[in-house]
């Protein structure tokens, strides 16, 4: 018999948070081209350099939620949590390149930042998918709209990562007149990201059960679902 073992759904959550903030923004220090989710807020910061990057990811992301409310007719009290996630993990990317702006900036150590930020920017996103908690916008918007579809993660993922591709394609040469934010990177990120995603998923699914551990999280936020990632 094939047993769970216990993880912390708050845990899951803290180092989504961490682990996805700090890695877009090793993937902006490696110059390879930013992760598809977050290259529309990137590129428009660019475009509006008045506001941060930060300030964009926040907007994008509510306009994320926005959107999934329209579509599936549902509104969830863990929505409004969201948002208050998505200000905490905006002002990480700010403070995020801070921090970065010392580091090596050669050649090899930029290949390293990407590969490192694209493996582990998976199991971040994986694990937001996983905690059944109020989550990122961004990945709220793939759990429930995978949900809500009845269809694999990876389909959802993969769609979304091309829909903000193209949006930022569009902004980029509409606005700026040149291909900004987007790179080789961009592109593995759009076709890779959510089947990997979705490999993660069905490990975490195996051999973990996620289960919020603290009272008032029991009692108010939890109200997540297994969902289909096969």
């Known amino acids: 018999m094939n047993y769970k073992k216990n993880f912390s759904s708050e845990l899951a959550l803290l180092l989504g948070i961490l682990l996805n903030s700090?890695?877009?923004?090793?993937?902006v220090k490696s110059n390879f081209?930013?992760?598809?989710i977050s290259s529309v807020p990137f590129v428009l910061s660019?475009?509006?350099?008045?506001?941060?990057?930060?300030f964009w990811n926040f907007l994008i992301q509510s306009a994320s939620i926005l959107i999934l409310i329209i579509v599936t007719k549902k509104f969830k009290i863990g929505y409004l949590i969201s948002f208050v996630i998505a200000v905490i993990f905006s002002e990480l990317l700010d403070l995020d390149k801070v921090i970065l702006a010392s580091w090596p900036n050669t050649l090899n150590w930029?290949?390293?930042y990407f590969i490192v930020a694209f493996f582990v920017l998976t199991y971040g996103a994986s694990l937001f998918?996983?905690?059944k908690l109020p989550i990122l916008p961004f990945d709220t918007f793939?759990?429930?709209m995978t949900q809500y579809l009845k269809v694999p993660v990876k389909r959802v993922k993969t769609s979304f990562d091309l829909v903000c591709l193209a949006i930022t394609l569009a902004f980029s040469l509409a606005m700026l007149g040149y291909i900004d934010g987007v790179g080789l990177g961009t592109i593995l990120c759009a076709i890779f990201?959510?089947?990997?995603?979705n490999h993660v998923c069905d490990y975490l699914e195996h051999h973990y059960s996620f289960q919020p551990t603290i009272y008032v999280v029991k009692k108010i936020l939890y109200h997540g679902k297994p969902i289909q990632t096969k």
Do not use: E, N, P, Q
């Open 110 to 112: 930029r290949v390293a």
């Open 33 to 36: 081209g930013i992760s598809t």
């Open 22 to 27: 700090f890695c877009v923004s090793l993937m």
């Open 142 to 144: 793939v759990r429930d």
């Open 193 to 197: 990201t959510g089947i990997i995603t």
């Open 129 to 131: 998918i996983k905690c």
């Open 46 to 54: 660019d475009i509006f350099s008045k506001f941060s990057f930060g």
